[in-house]
Every structure is written in C-alpha cells, then in structure tokens.
T-cell receptor
Framework: DAEITQSPRHKITETGRQVTLACHQT?????MFWYRQDLGHGLRLIHY???????NKGEVSDGYSVSRSNTEDLPLTLESAASSQTSVYFC????????????FGPGTRLTVL | AQSVTQPDIHITVSEGASLELRCNYS??????LFWYVQSPGQGLQLLLK??????LVQGIKGFEAEFKRSQSSFNLRKPSVHWSDAAEYFC?????????????FGTGTRLTIIP
C-alpha cells in the first residue's frame, strides 16, 4: 500500500546544529508539504513543493529550507536550530487532481535544547 | 485570505452522547472543506471532505458534516460518541485554485470522552 513516512520520529538536538527531517511518499504525488504543529496554532505551513525542482515558502519559513530532487522525497532542513523550532513536524502529500486530499505522515517530534 | 475558526478549544462529552464540533471559514470562492482527526501521537487522518454536491457529507467512523454556505460553516457531527473518538479534530479549507494547493487549518478542538 502507498504510504508517507517520516524519519526520525523523535529527535533531540542542540541550539545551532543543522538538522534534516526526512519525508518519503510512495503515492507518486506531485505535491508535498511541511507543517509544524504547536499548541494554540494548529498546523502552519513551512514549505511546499508542486514537483521536482519546485519549492515555495509557506507562512513560517524563516530558518527552514527544502529541496526536491525526486518525486518521492522532500527533506526539511533547519540550518541552525533554535529553541523556537521545538515542535512536531508533519509532512503531507497530494496528487495532481484538483481538488485533492492531503495525506499526512506520522510526524517527527523535534526538541531543540 | 482564507481562514478557519474552530471556536471550541476543548469539548468534553459523555460516552454515548451526541457531538457537534464547530467550524467557520472565510473564503472568497467555493470552498473545499475537510475534517481531519489526530489521535495522540499520531498523524492526521482524513474523516471527510466536501468538494461539491450534497451539502451533507458522510465520513468514516460514523461522522458526518454539513456545509452551510449562508453561515460559512462546516460543522462535524456524530450521533453517539465512543471512547475511541477522544482525539484532536481539525477543520481545513482550500485549495483555492488549481496550482495553489495549500490548505489552511483551524487551531483544532480537543475532544475528551467521559464514561
């Protein structure tokens, strides 16, 4: 069955370190999204991609970057981790049909000390 | 800009009682609306969606939602809740047009079930 996976599921890092969160989907979806979830804010969009080599900034993109070299993967990089980036991160994907449903991964809990 | 409001942060319901979770949206065109559920420590699972047609939509786990354009609402209902329904529920709106596939989420409603 098609799925979307994230790794690691839990990560503890230190302030200033570079961190990369992986997202891999086997739906063959063109669209991929990264969200962060914080209490009182729901899900906020960080970055998204509509296809290979395409990346776009969401509403909370500062301090984050993504790259899309193939259809299946959209890694999220925190260039220099900050305590404010402690959060739960979700990856999602959707297909080319409009409108289409977004399917979510299980999430990565990141703690920045 | 599109937005979603879930006015209830936390709702407590007795097992077997009926449930209604509120969702109001602001959107400039025909909205596409979604309800997702998140169990503790899990990702988001789609409960149901409204794209067009019948304004009363059925979803998984016995949930339904009604789209009311005049009230800009898409409330989620269940006639009799089970302890396993305890979770966080998110309403979302979008995408706005082809080529702009983003969703806007509400802040969520946490549902607690008491015996």
């Amino acid at each position: 069955d098609a799925e979307i996976t994230q790794s690691p599921r839990h990560k503890i890092t230190e302030t200033g370190r570079q961190v990369t969160l992986a997202c891999h989907q086997t739906w063959n979806h063109n669209n991929m999204f990264w969200y962060r979830q914080d209490l009182g804010h729901g899900l906020r969009l960080i970055h998204y991609s509509y296809g290979v080599q395409d990346t776009n900034k969401g509403e909370v993109s500062d301090g984050y970057s993504v790259s899309r070299s193939n259809t299946e993967d959209l890694p999220l990089t925190l260039e220099s981790a900050a305590s404010s980036q402690t959060s739960v991160y979700f990856c999602a994907s959707s297909g080319q049909g409009f409108p289409d449903t977004q399917y979510f991964g299980p999430g990565t809990r990141l703690t920045v000390l | 800009a599109q937005s979603v409001t879930q006015p209830d942060i936390h709702i407590t319901v007795s097992e077997g009682a009926s449930l209604e979770l509120r969702c109001n949206y602001s959107y400039g065109a025909t909205p596409y609306l979604f309800w997702y559920v998140q169990s503790p420590g899990q990702g988001l699972q789609l409960l149901l969606k409204y794209f067009s047609g019948d304004t009363l939509v059925q979803g998984i786990k016995g949930f339904e939602a009604e789209f009311k354009r005049s009230q800009s609402s898409f409330n989620l209902r269940k006639p009799s809740v089970h302890w396993s329904d305890a979770a966080e529920y998110f309403c979302a709106v979008g995408p706005s047009n082809f080529g702009n596939e983003k969703l806007t989420f509400g802040t969520g409603t946490r549902l607690t079930i008491i015996p």
